[in-house]
C-alpha cells in the first residue's frame, strides 16, 4: 500500500520561503510524476504544479515564477518551494501521486494534507 | 485557462436518493476529466477517471459520462457515507478543479 506523508514548517514567515517535503512509502517514485494541490480553509482545491521521476516539471502558470519543485528518488522524497509567500497562502497543502498513463492522467493516491500559516 | 464550473454549488438529497451533479469546461478537455470526493478533514479521494471509469475499490453507485465541455457525476442511490462535496477535475492542459458540490442531508 503506498502511503504519501507532508512534512515541514506550520508556520512560515511572510515574504520568505514554504518549503514542503512529501515521502512516499510502499511503494517506487520511479515511472509516476507526483504533484502538489493546496486548498484554502473550506473551499477548493488548486494544482500548484507536478515533477516527473525523471525530475521534469509542469507549474501552474498561476505560480510559475515562484515554485519550485524537485525530487530525490533515492529517499523516495519529492519537495515543494514556495517563494515570497504572504498570508494568502496560508492553506492545507497536499502531495498527491499521478495516476500512471491511461488513468486520465488523474491523482489516484493523496497525503493526509499539512496546513501551513503565513504569519509573523 | 481552462476553468470549470459545477453546477450545482450545494445539494440537499436524502439516503436512497440518486442525484447527479455536473461539471462544465469552458473548453474541450477530451477524456481528461476526473472526480473526487472529500469528506470533512480529508484528502480527496478518486472516484472516477477519465470520465466513466470506475476507480478501483469505489462503489459501483458512482458512474460519469460525458464528453468535450460537458460531464455528470451520479450516484444511484445515496448512502450516509456519500455526503460529502465532490470535484472535477480537468488534466487535459495544466489541472484545474471545479469549484466543488456539497451534498448534504435533507
Known amino acids: 500500500q503506498v502511503l504519501l506523508q507532508e512534512s515541514g514548517p506550520g508556520l512560515v514567515k511572510p515574504s520568505e520561503t514554504l518549503s514542503l517535503t512529501c515521502s512516499v512509502s510502499g511503494g517506487s517514485v520511479i515511472n509516476y510524476s507526483w504533484t502538489w494541490v493546496r486548498q484554502f480553509a473550506g473551499k477548493g482545491l488548486e494544482y500548484l504544479g507536478l515533477i516527473s521521476s525523471s525530475g521534469s516539471t509542469n507549474y501552474s502558470p498561476s505560480f510559475k515564477s515562484r515554485v519550485s519543485m524537485s525530487i530525490d528518488t533515492s529517499k523516495s522524497q519529492f519537495s515543494l518551494e514556495l517563494a515570497s509567500v504572504t498570508a494568502a497562502d496560508t492553506a492545507i497543502y497536499y502531495c498527491?501521486?499521478?495516476?500512471?498513463?491511461?488513468?486520465?492522467?488523474?491523482?489516484?493516491?493523496w497525503g493526509q494534507g499539512t496546513l501551513v500559516t503565513v504569519s509573523s | 485557462d481552462i476553468q470549470m464550473t459545477q453546477s450545482p454549488s450545494s445539494l440537499y438529497a436524502s439516503v436512497g436518493d440518486r442525484v447527479t451533479i455536473t461539471c462544465r469546461a469552458n473548453q474541450s478537455v477530451n477524456i481528461y476529466l476526473n472526480w473526487y470526493q472529500q469528506r470533512p478533514g480529508k484528502a480527496p479521494n478518486l472516484l472516477i477517471y477519465a470520465v466513466s471509469k470506475l476507480q478501483s475499490g469505489v462503489s459501483s453507485r458512482f458512474s460519469g459520462s460525458g464528453s468535450g465541455t460537458e460531464f455528470t457525476l451520479t450516484i444511484s442511490s445515496l448512502q450516509p457515507e456519500d455526503f460529502a462535496t465532490y470535484y472535477c477535475q480537468q488534466t487535459y492542459r495544466y489541472r484545474t478543479f471545479g469549484q466543488g458540490t456539497r451534498l448534504e442531508l435533507k
Open positions: 498527491a501521486r499521478v495516476a500512471v498513463a491511461g488513468s486520465g492522467r488523474a491523482f489516484d493516491i
